[in-house]
């Protein structure tokens, strides 16, 4: 049924990235009003065109928002739009709903929504997870932790960008910490994609050949057909930059040390990301760690030139 202008919500999103711009999107579908901030200009000038509101800072994005989707990098990130010069909570009215969309250490997102909460606002600790296509398509994971008010008041708001929604308690910090262990997961796959497709080429394998057998085959992952796609084809535009999963397993291996776990997968997956950062390759898609891979076992993978 369409919705009438007193009914129809009111969102914004802060970090019109790769997934700030899909939910961005999924809420326009939805019928809400969105206002969008990011830092550069082409993409709030393709936001306007899109039909959302473009706004110059945070708090001009949250001054009528009824909920309020942050997706920026890392926690420090979140805290400047937030609570520093310009944050969101210079305007936001009291009873506004954050959702905590950064994959950040669980630590620190406690940290952002106790002060949150503090100032009269609700929390939900939401980040997601499903890739760009799934966040254009309004389909994403969310690994949500929050009050009841908090998930009542932000339901409309989160249907329009999820395709489901996991409730894993009443505090924030508990969807923080369930994503700390996907992006485990997810990280070390694609370390191990980047492995296997570099050992391939090494033996002279047909790399589109391999990825048709394996992407139906027991030893196939998420990660490996949408990241063995990318290396296949030598397309390393960034959809997640190889500096995200720097800062992902860097949370997984520190948090892990805090708790006494151990994670030599993770470690030696986070090695690798760094050496591709290190070698100038933080901002393209993190499937480019298996170029180091190549380098160092002597072969030249589609769209790969030399690196250093």
């Avoid at 009824?66 to 979140?78: E, G, I, Y």
């Avoid at 250490?105 to 406690?110: E, I, L, Y």
Wanted: proline share 3%; net charge neutral.
């Amino acid at each position: 049924m369409k919705r009438t202008l007193q009914d129809v919500g009111r969102a914004a999103v802060i970090g019109l990235g790769s997934m700030g711009w899909g939910a961005a999107l999924s809420l326009l579908r939805a019928g809400f009003f969105v206002n969008g901030c990011d830092v550069r200009q082409d993409v709030l000038q393709r936001f306007s065109q899109a039909g959302g509101k473009s706004c110059k800072t945070p708090s001009e994005a949250a001054s009528t928002a009824d909920t309020v989707f942050v997706f920026v990098v890392n926690s420090s990130q979140t805290e400047q739009v937030l609570f520093g010069p310009g944050g969101a909570l210079e305007t936001a009215r009291a009873g506004t709903v954050f959702l905590l969309c950064t994959t950040m250490a669980p630590s620190a997102t406690v940290a952002i929504a106790d002060r949150l909460e503090t100032a009269g606002m609700l929390v939900v600790d939401a980040p997601v997870s499903g890739g760009h296509a799934k966040a254009l398509s309004g389909e994403m994971v969310v690994m949500g932790s929050g009050s009841p008010e908090a998930f009542a008041r932000a339901k409309q708001a989160l249907d329009a960008v999820s395709g489901k929604v996991f409730r894993l308690g009443d505090r924030p910090g508990l969807g923080s910490q369930v994503k700390m262990i996907n992006q485990l997961l997810a990280g070390v796959h694609i370390a191990v994609t980047a492995e296997a497709m570099t050992f391939a080429a090494k033996t002279g394998i047909d790399l589109k050949t391999l990825y048709d057998v394996l992407r139906v085959s027991a030893g196939s992952s998420w990660m490996f057909e949408n990241r063995g796609e990318h290396i296949v084809s030598g397309d390393y535009a960034p959809r997640s930059a190889v500096d995200i999963f720097v800062k992902d397993l860097g949370i997984v291996t520190s948090e892990a040390d805090r708790a006494g776990a151990v994670t030599p997968l993770a470690a030696t997956a986070l090695d690798l990301f760094r050496q591709a950062s290190d070698a100038g390759l933080g901002l393209e898609d993190d499937a480019a760690v298996a170029k180091i891979l190549a380098e160092k076992s002597g072969v030249v993978l589609p769209g790969m030139t030399v690196i250093g």
